[in-house]
Nanobody, 117 residues
Framework: QVQLVESGGGLVQAGDALRLSCVASGRTFSIIGWFRQAPGKEREFVAH????????YYSDSVKDRFTISRDNAKNMVYLQMNSLKPADTAVYYCAGRDLGVAEYGYWGQGTQVTVSS
């Protein structure tokens, strides 16, 4: 059974840091991405990282504040979030896909991040 499980969410104050983790089981993915969805808003892309070269890509809204990394031996992907803002409040999801496939076919259940002002 293929699963992606996120952890590490919580309630923090503006300016604080938080690290999210995503563990994949059942298979490996060429690309793992982080997405988020705030109440009343559409899900948006946050960052992704490739398995082989560890190449990372970020949305403009988190670039320079968030860092995505992965530990292939543990099949883990992390999202280090620094200088958090209330606008970062959302449910954060990790998702996996293969190279050459446009859609993310596997998703975790999400972890809530709440940033108070």
């Amino acid at each position: 059974q293929v699963q992606l499980v996120e952890s590490g969410g919580g309630l923090v104050q503006a300016g604080d840091a938080l690290r999210l983790s995503c563990v994949a089981s059942g298979r490996t993915f060429s690309i793992i991405g982080w997405f988020r969805q705030a109440p009343g808003k559409e899900r948006e892309f946050v960052a992704h990282i490739t398995r082989s070269a560890g190449l990372a890509y970020y949305s403009d809204s988190v670039k320079d504040r968030f860092t995505i990394s992965r530990d292939n031996a543990k099949n883990m992907v992390y999202l280090q979030m620094n200088s958090l803002k209330p606008a970062d409040t959302a449910v954060y999801y990790c998702a996996g896909r293969d190279l050459g496939v446009a859609e993310y076919g596997y998703w975790g259940q999400g972890t809530q991040v709440t940033v108070s002002s």
